[in-house]
């Protein structure tokens, strides 16, 4: 990788006032003189990008400073920033919609057994460098004083981020928070960064001693959804793949980066791309719409378990259970439709994350399940009658069953061009087939 060239502190600190919030944190920084910036902002700064959020490290209380920021933002007519403190680790958080900044007492941090919480105190400049997961994130810029925006890091730190490198800060690293092994493969995919070659070593070491059942599934779930929320998911969780973090997660997860785009690719603005990544990871690789009858996908109560276990909200997963288990099915119901009204009939009741991951699972039709993926999203669910059941029931219909069978009778009339697009044309079909069961 080509070396970069690294922004000079006096941009560095212009393109931080830029920023929301940029501003009202210099102003602040001007009567601390304790106050860094850190991590991730300053990565991205110096590499000339937009960093996600702002982290501030000091030395006092970082309520306090969370509480003046938040005050200095509404005197400049921002929304009332929320802000929320964390005692524990000694951190606040100031947000609004437009941003966020992470503020921090400079602190220590231990682990009393790996995969554990750390256990925090106080601590100086380098202590506080020293708890980072890589060197790349163990930078910092002073806000005010006579060095302003000028870096100082761990050491390799501005070496490895000028170069693409991904080095942790020591050998234990993957022992003590085996979640980096999760950051490694989302750093590496997001900044196009490789891994330095020791710490290859010590995460292929970390990851072939079982280092990820050492953390709770609420942590990993948490890294894994990151990976899944990512500006490019997909670069996210082949690196996982190939550094063979999924198959440490679980070993259910399989990832087909191409059946993946091809779903992707297929899913409407209103999908969850997050929840359709996740189903595909769960459907077998090898699952065909050929093969689905022959196959039976994973069982519901072991993905259900899987997904508890990492502690995704219900409704997220039950709706990644549903999909990854009914797309092998419907891609075949897909692929078979002939009229949009039998196409209605398969997939009215589905989760379009379960319509894209079946249309992505066979390509070998050119008609086939993709095509009708698109027919289904761009035009066959979207036809809507005019006409209601309170019209039947107004016209004399009895209530009852047969009102809602009528109605579905004209819509499918409508689906397959039978059937004038016209409010009067669908009274009159509805009122015929509820009248004798058929259409006259």
């Known amino acids: 990788m080509q070396r970069a060239e690294l922004m000079q502190p006096r941009a560095l600190i212009e393109a931080l006032r830029a920023l929301p919030g940029g501003h009202e944190l210099l102003t602040l920084a001007e009567h601390r003189h304790d106050m860094a910036l850190v991590g991730g902002a300053v990565r991205d700064l110096l590499r000339g990008q937009m960093p996600r959020e702002l982290d501030v490290v000091l030395a006092g209380d970082t309520a306090a400073a969370a509480r003046q920021l938040a005050a200095s933002l509404e005197a400049e007519g921002v929304e009332p920033p929320a802000v929320s403190v964390h005692a524990r680790f000694g951190?606040?958080?100031?947000?609004?919609?437009?941003?966020?900044?992470?503020?921090?007492?400079?602190?220590?941090?231990?682990?009393?057994?790996?995969?554990?919480?750390?256990?925090?105190?106080?601590?100086?400049?380098?202590?506080?460098?020293?708890?980072?997961?890589?060197?790349?994130?163990?930078?910092?810029?002073?806000?005010?004083?006579?060095?302003?925006?000028?870096?100082?890091?761990?050491?390799?730190?501005?070496?490895?981020?000028?170069?693409?490198?991904?080095?942790?800060?020591?050998?234990?690293?993957?022992?003590?928070?085996?979640?980096?092994?999760?950051?490694?493969?989302?750093?590496?995919?997001?900044?196009?960064?490789?891994?330095?070659?020791?710490?290859?070593?010590?995460?292929?070491?970390?990851?072939?001693?079982?280092?990820?059942?050492?953390?709770?599934?609420?942590?990993?779930?948490?890294?894994?959804?990151?990976?899944?929320?990512?500006?490019?998911?997909?670069?996210?969780?082949?690196?996982?793949?190939?550094?063979?973090?999924?198959?440490?997660?679980?070993?259910?997860?399989?990832?087909?980066?191409?059946?993946?785009?091809r779903a992707l690719a297929l899913l409407p603005p209103d999908g969850?791309?997050?929840?359709?990544?996740?189903?595909?990871?769960?459907?077998?690789?090898?699952?065909?719409?050929?093969?689905?009858?022959?196959?039976?996908?994973?069982?519901?109560?072991?993905?259900?378990?899987?997904?508890?276990?990492?502690?995704?909200?219900?409704?997220?997963?039950?709706?990644?259970?549903?999909?990854?288990?009914?797309?092998?099915?419907?891609?075949?119901?897909?692929?078979?439709?002939?009229?949009?009204s039998q196409l209605h009939d398969a997939l009215f009741a589905c989760p379009p994350e379960a319509v894209a991951l079946a249309g992505a699972i066979d390509t070998q039709e050119p008609n086939g399940a993709s095509a009708a993926a698109s027919q289904w999203f761009e035009r066959v669910r979207h036809v809507q009658l005019a006409v209601t059941g309170d019209d039947l029931l107004a016209a004399g219909v009895p209530q009852g069953p047969q009102v809602g069978r009528a109605l579905a009778r004209v819509l499918a009339l409508k689906l397959d061009g039978q059937l004038a697009d016209d409010r009067d044309a669908e009274l009159r079909a509805a009122l015929a087939s509820s009248a004798d069961g058929g259409f006259v």
């Open 91 to 261: 951190t606040a958080v100031v947000e609004w919609p437009a941003g966020r900044v992470d503020i921090a007492t400079r602190r220590a941090e231990t682990y009393s057994a790996p995969g554990a919480l750390p256990d925090v105190r106080a601590g100086g400049v380098e202590e506080d460098l020293a708890r980072r997961d890589f060197t790349v994130n163990a930078i910092a810029a002073p806000l005010a004083g006579p060095h302003i925006g000028e870096p100082y890091g761990a050491e390799h730190a501005l070496e490895d981020l000028a170069a693409g490198r991904l080095r942790v800060l020591h050998e234990r690293s993957f022992i003590e928070d085996p979640t980096r092994l999760l950051r490694l493969a989302r750093y590496a995919a997001r900044l196009g960064f490789s891994a330095e070659p020791r710490t290859a070593e010590l995460a292929a070491q970390a990851l072939a001693d079982g280092a990820l059942a050492t953390v709770s599934g609420a942590r990993v779930g948490a890294e894994l959804r990151l990976a899944l929320c990512e500006a490019d998911p997909l670069a996210a969780l082949a690196a996982m793949s190939e550094l063979r973090v999924l198959a440490a997660i679980d070993a259910r997860l399989h990832f087909d980066e191409q059946r993946a785009r």
């Open 272 to 340: 969850r791309a997050d929840l359709l990544l996740l189903a595909s990871l769960l459907l077998d690789p090898m699952t065909t719409a050929s093969t689905a009858g022959a196959s039976s996908p994973k069982g519901e109560a072991s993905m259900l378990a899987l997904l508890d276990r990492l502690e995704f909200f219900a409704a997220d997963r039950d709706r990644v259970v549903r999909s990854a288990l009914a797309a092998p099915a419907l891609a075949t119901k897909m692929a078979r439709a002939r009229t949009p």
